[in-house]
């Protein structure tokens, strides 16, 4: 089964600190992506990866960056973190699930990151 | 106005009803529609997915696309308590492995024994 995991289910930090939320797939995808979820806005795209070292920004690209250093693992750093950066973070990364031939987005948990 | 609009609810039924979701969108080359449930503190989970136009069953659930009216629909029959939860649509051109799905914002479905 496919496992997508998120270093943290909850965080909390203060303005300016430089945040890392960690997310790992154990399925050999080639693309991940990260989102943020809000109230109203629904998902919005901040960044995502085609493969190790690649990067493309998304919609919402500015105050964040990402780092995929393994083929598996897909960082998404908050440079100094600001109060309108709390959200909840998702990490995906598609892959086809079983026989089908659809490639679907496997989310992770999330984490609900809290910016003092 | 966004390229898929979708009401966010909360929609409230009783348990046993039928319960209709809906989404609309803009852009014609959607071909590939899908439908995302997300419990509660969860992540979204793909519930089910249909290429181009026409319907889709899978036990309780149905699928309808209408390419023509740009309208999509998700019909859950005898809505169970355990269906409470955030259903989002989602939409792409394709489904090669670095598509990015369109997501609408997703409306929340409460059922009350």
């Known amino acids: 089964d496919v496992k997508v995991t998120q270093s943290s289910r909850y965080l909390v930090k203060r303005t300016g600190e430089k945040v890392f939320l960690e997310c790992v797939q154990d399925m050999d995808h080639e693309n991940m992506f990260w989102y943020r979820q809000d109230p109203g806005l629904g998902l919005r795209l901040i960044y995502f990866s085609y493969d190790v070292k690649m990067k493309e920004k998304g919609d919402i690209p500015e105050g964040y960056s990402v780092s995929r250093e393994k083929k598996e693992r897909f960082s998404l750093i908050l440079e100094s973190a600001s109060t309108n950066q709390t959200s909840m973070y998702l990490c995906?990364?598609?892959?086809?699930?079983?026989?089908?031939?659809?490639?679907?987005?496997?989310f992770g948990p999330g984490t609900r990151l809290t910016v003092l | 106005q966004k390229e898929v609009e979708q009401d966010p609810g909360p929609l409230s039924v009783p348990e046993g009803a039928i319960v209709s979701l809906n989404c609309t969108y803009s852009n014609s080359a959607f071909q590939y529609f899908m439908w995302y449930r997300q419990y509660s503190r969860k992540g979204p989970e793909l519930l089910m997915y249909?290429?181009?136009?026409g319907n889709k069953e899978d036990g309780r659930f149905t699928a309808q696309v209408d390419k023509s009216s740009k309208y999509i629909s998700l019909f859950i029959r005898d809505s169970q308590p355990s269906d409470s939860a955030t259903y989002l649509c989602a939409m792409s051109g394709a489904s090669g492995g670095s598509y990015i799905p369109t997501f609408g914002r997703g409306t929340s479905l409460i059922v009350h024994p």
């Open positions: 995906a990364s598609t892959g086809v699930r079983g026989s089908s031939s659809y490639n679907e987005q496997f």
């Open positions: 249909t290429y181009s136009s």
